[in-house]
């Protein structure tokens, strides 16, 4: 979980940053509107990426080991990061600074691609089955977490700099936090054993496959289930994290210090959604525990923008940090469930598939997508699109199968293309 949140950290800074620096830094015109969608379809090349990363280091991971995986990727991911920090802008070195910025995205999506995948199922195949739906949940609880310490470093930076101090180089300082980060987490990563499970599998074949990516999609049944529960989930985590600083700055008219503050305190809201999730799913069974929460993010998406549009603090916070408990709530028992869907020698193929896969068709054109329905819709567009993917996650979940308490040590766990 360390590794994650560190991973996260990196990948989160962009994210924060592309809604409000830089946009007017790195992208020419005259357009603001423009601008802030040029620095949002950047942000989504790192999406783009992340579906490569899957399938490379998900094949690696399960020829080679999941500890090796978390290494290289936290490293590359690292360095991209902290490369960021001293990148020129556009008006000092022209397109070649925009070109550097797009491919040091994909090497960020790239190695977060691969690491995801490996940290929540180190500790699905270390944990006891009847608490894995907990244990899980903790890396990938570190999406919120690094979100946290991104905003958090990022909002103390703007409260310590004056002026335009901070548009101007203090969002370097962020970026480069995570050369420090990046020795503590390779000291942490470092030290890490091996999968027991993987260890017996490895064993128990005798020699390795020639592609697990391929065995994964030669029964697709799993990964479709799994992105389409994805889907839902992975709209309504970029839209209550990243697009709501676009929204409300732009077209609510608050603050971006005001903005900021309230998504830190939504990811300590979803952080506790998660290991709640985790933690009731091992109790209820993960198809549940998934359910109610997809289907209270349906109702609350309506309820959400109308108290945004209030131009109140308190209910923006109120908005923010209901709708990120709700997504935590639902995004927690899946790590466990993913996991679940899939037999050890695989495994990281498949949930690699499914993690990174719906990174594309949801997770990356989130915030563009809702950018460009307010713009040329209006805001009931937007619900409209949180309405519809909630649905086919609610779709998704009631074809699948349960799986709390499968065996992930044996031959076949218990997935529904399996039964």
Known sequence: MAGAVLEWYDFAVYGVLAATVLG????????????????????GLGFVARPLGGVVFGHLGDRIGRKPMLVTTFLLLGTATALIGVLPTYEQAGLTATVLLVVLRMVQGFALGGEFGAAV??????????????????????????????????????????????D????????????PLLAVGFWVRSGIEESPVFRQAREAAGQRPRSSILQALSKPRAVLLGLGVRLGENVAFYVYTVFVIAYATTYAGFARGDVVLAAAAASVFQFAGMIGGGWWSDRVGR??????????????????????????????????????FLHGMLAGPEAAWIAELFPTRYRYAGASLVFQGSSIIAGAPAPFIAVWLVETVGVGAVIGYLALTAVITVIALAASAETRGADLGTAETVSPDQR
């Open 168 to 179: 101007d180089w203090g969002w370097r300082i962020a970026f480069l936090f995570a050369l």
């Open 287 to 324: 198809r549940p525990a998934m359910l109610v929460p997809t289907v209270a993010l349906l109702v609350w998406a309506p309820v959400f923008f109308w108290l945004v549009g209030f131009g109140s603090l308190p209910l923006l916070w109120v908005g923010v940090c209901v709708g990120a």
């Open 24 to 43: 007017p830094l790195f992208f020419p015109g005259d357009d603001p509107v423009a601008k802030l969608l040029a620095a949002l379809a950047t942000q």
């Open 121 to 166: 199922l180190l500790v699905s195949e270390y944990g006891e089955p009847r608490r894995r739906g907990f244990w899980a949940s903790w890396p990938q609880a570190g999406a919120p977490a690094g979100t946290v310490l991104a905003t958090v470093v990022i909002t103390v930076l703007g409260a310590a700099l004056p002026g335009t101090a901070f």
